[in-house]
């Protein structure tokens, strides 16, 4: 029964026999399902790995080439950027280079304007100091100092070739990809040829400045001067002196014979004009003021007053009218006189109503005489400066009392002293 239902409700199951021969000997091995899996497993196994191994060799090229490709872009991105970057340093140090070369030119254009000025400002003192013995007022204006147009920075020593190599080193990039690469300008500060050009801009028109206020300064000596010998010219005409041709002349040498074809005046600059065009104005004002000295203008009592006028009066001693040929001052015995002009003492002692008298000659005609006096100082022959003490006063000769009879006498002819002490007061304006 038992087997009867195996045999109805399952079967027997079938077992494999492998048969192996080899000679006379027989073997069997029976193959059972377990085994079966595990080799249809290992199998499987294998074919697995072979078709991986095949897959990977297959794919490992593709790999390769990609990873390859990749790193040949990086490579070449990388090459580009260093080209890029050698080419913006390139261009960063060329430009720099350029500006450097434009701001030296522009250093040596500044150094030849100082030279220039330092120059003219030689051929100016000389000039100033000629004007200044002549007695014009020679005194500069206040000229703006040349770093007033620097900034700050620059004020403590200001020098245009180190002001332009100090802007140039602060600016200047280390030759760096790195930095080249983080060099962008931001605004007009930073380039530094606009920089330049400002720096360069202040200096020139501070030097300018200074050219011009020199400029003025001569031409306004020179209208001074011009001025100064026509107000003196008019007054000696005034007084009826007329200039000898070579004293009026703008010509320094009137009194050599010159001459040639007539050629146009060269045009120099307007610094060379202006310093030729005082030139001549200060060689008039000299020989103007140098006639004027030797006239006597000058007053022998200085501070006295004036008794007795020039012209007709009555007579101390007669009574009746009588030409008097002078002024008297009012002066103490032992009262210093005055030279009134440079001149040669010509008469030195007593001379009849006169009593002891000096007479000076001043050339041109003209000689003055100092009556009444109580002592001579001087002696016939002897050179006499403007404002010498010539002689003490008294009341020597045809006098009542002490005082100074003083005369003035043009080719012999006694003149009113007092249009001389006039025409002196004016003159201390422009001769003293």
Same mark, same amino acid.
């Given at each position: 029964m ?23 000997k ?15 497993a ?8 072979y078709?991986?191994?095949t ?5 490992r090229d ?5 990873a ?5 872009r ?10 890029a970057l ?33 120059s003219?400002?030689?051929k ?18 206040d ?8 900034p700050e920075?620059?004020?403590s020593?200001f ?5 332009f190599?100090?802007?140039?080193s ?30 360069f ?18 031409q ?5 001067a011009?001025?100064?010998a026509d107000?003196?010219?008019?007054i ?5 002196f007329?200039?000898p041709?070579?004293?009026?002349s ?7 014979a ?5 050629v ?7 610094f ?9 104005a ?9 006639? #004027?000295? =030797?006239?006597?203008f @000058?007053? !022998? *009592?200085p %501070?006295?007053? /004036? ?6 009066r009555?007579?101390?001693f ?9 002024i008297?001052?009012?002066?103490k015995?032992?009262?210093?006189v005055?030279a009134?002009? #440079?001149g =040669?003492?010509?008469? @030195?002692? !007593? *001379?009849? %109503?006169?009593? /002891?008298m ?5 050339g041109?005609g003209v ?13 016939k022959?002897?050179?006499?400066a ?16 002490p ?8 080719n012999?002819?006694?003149v ?10 004016k003159?201390?304006?422009y001769?003293?």
């Open positions: 038992a087997d009867g239902a195996s045999r109805t409700f399952g079967r027997r199951r079938q077992q494999h026999l492998l048969i192996l021969a080899s000679g006379e027989v073997r069997h091995m029976t193959i059972r399902p377990w085994m079966t899996a595990l080799a249809a290992g199998v499987a196994c294998l074919s697995l790995g078709l991986g191994a897959a990977y060799l297959v794919l593709d790999l390769m080439g990609a390859m490709a990749r790193q040949a990086m490579q070449h991105d990388y090459e580009d950027r260093i080209a050698r080419a913006q340093v390139d261009r960063i140090t060329s430009r720099q280079l350029l500006d450097q070369q434009v701001v030296e030119n522009k250093v040596e254009k500044l150094l030849e304007q100082q030279m220039a000025l330092s003219r400002q030689g100016i003192g000389d000039v100033l100091q000629r004007a200044e013995g002549a007695g014009l007022d020679a005194t500069p204006p000229a703006a100092p040349v770093n007033a147009f620097v920075e620059e004020h020593s020098s245009p070739l180190s002001s190599k100090t802007l140039l602060r600016e200047r990039l280390a030759h760096t990809p790195e930095k080249a690469a983080s060099f962008v300008p931001q605004n007009g500060d930073n380039d530094i040829a606009d920089r330049a050009d400002r720096l801009t202040k200096v020139t028109l501070s030097l300018k400045s200074i050219e011009r206020q020199q400029l003025a300064h001569i306004s000596l020179a209208a001074d011009r001025d100064r107000k003196i010219q008019s000696l005409v005034n007084t009826g007329r200039l041709h070579d004293v009026a703008t010509n320094a040498s009137s009194d050599t010159i001459g040639g074809p007539y146009p005046p060269e045009t120099g600059d307007m060379e004009d202006s310093l030729s065009d005082l030139d001549l200060l060689q008039k004002f000299e020989r103007v003021k140098s006639y #004027a000295e =030797t006239l006597p @000058a007053n !022998p *009592a %501070g006295r007053e /004036i008794t007795s006028l020039f012209g007709n009555i007579d101390p007669f009574g009746k009218l009588a030409m008097h040929a002078g008297d001052f009012r002066q015995t032992g009262g210093k005055f009134t002009g #440079a =040669t003492v010509i008469a @030195a002692g !007593p *001379a009849g %109503g006169y009593g /002891i000096v007479e000076i000659d001043h041109n000689t003055t005489r100092y009556g009444h006096l109580s002592r001579v100082l001087v002696e022959g002897q050179k006499i403007d404002g010498d003490v010539i002689a003490l006063s008294g009341s020597t000769g045809r006098s009542t009392g005082h100074l009879h003083y005369e003035v006498r043009r012999g002819r006694a009113d002293p007092l249009r001389f002490l006039n025409a002196g007061m003159l201390d304006t001769i003293r």
